[in-house]
């Protein structure tokens, strides 16, 4: 798989793990305007909500993980992996809805303020940093970055300003 084709699937999987959610949300609201009522409905075993998001989104990260350890063999039929992928997605943007809708209405103290919400941008404006099987990093143009080791045991970076894991005594 090269970026293009990369990228176009992440759009794709997007827009149609978006109509599935919307349809999800009919089904799954009874008709409630409010887009997290059955997982709120989960406060009534005294499980936070949000907790109860993280525990669908780990049934199906089970899934995967049964399909890889079955070598792509699942006994349910009418969902498949990448569906099982596909739910996690929409878990994820309800969670995240979720904390936000908490933080804007000041159920919890934090720090922050307001919700920036992500930017649109293009393709062109992303810069990546990959990791090249000779030890130095690559750009999402091919271009290999200057003055960058990586060390393949625990993905630390000499040459950046981060702090290095503690783990990795290759690093040191």
């Known amino acids: 798989m090269n970026f293009e084709r990369l990228h176009n699937m992440h759009q794709e999987v997007c827009s149609a793990a978006r109509a599935t959610m919307v349809q999800k949300n009919h089904d799954y609201t009874s008709g409630s305007q409010d887009p997290f009522a059955n997982f709120r409905n989960s ?30 063999k699942l006994k349910v039929n009418d969902e498949s992996v990448l569906d099982s992928i596909d739910d996690n997605i ?51 143009h091919g271009g290999v970055v200057d003055n960058v080791e990586y060390c393949g045991d625990d993905k630390a970076f000499k040459g950046f300003k981060a702090p290095k894991p503690k783990t990795c005594k290759d690093c040191d």
């Open 43 to 72: 406060s009534k075993f005294g499980v936070h909500p949000v907790l109860g998001i993280m525990i669908r989104m780990d049934d199906k990260m089970m899934r995967v993980k049964t399909w890889i350890e079955n070598k792509g």
């Open 90 to 140: 929409n878990y994820l943007i309800l969670m995240r809805g979720m904390i936000v809708d908490e933080i804007e209405s000041d159920q919890y103290s934090t720090n922050v303020h307001e919700i920036d919400e992500p930017e649109m941008v293009s393709d062109r404006d992303i810069e990546l940093q990959i990791p090249t099987s000779e030890g130095g990093l690559m750009d999402d």
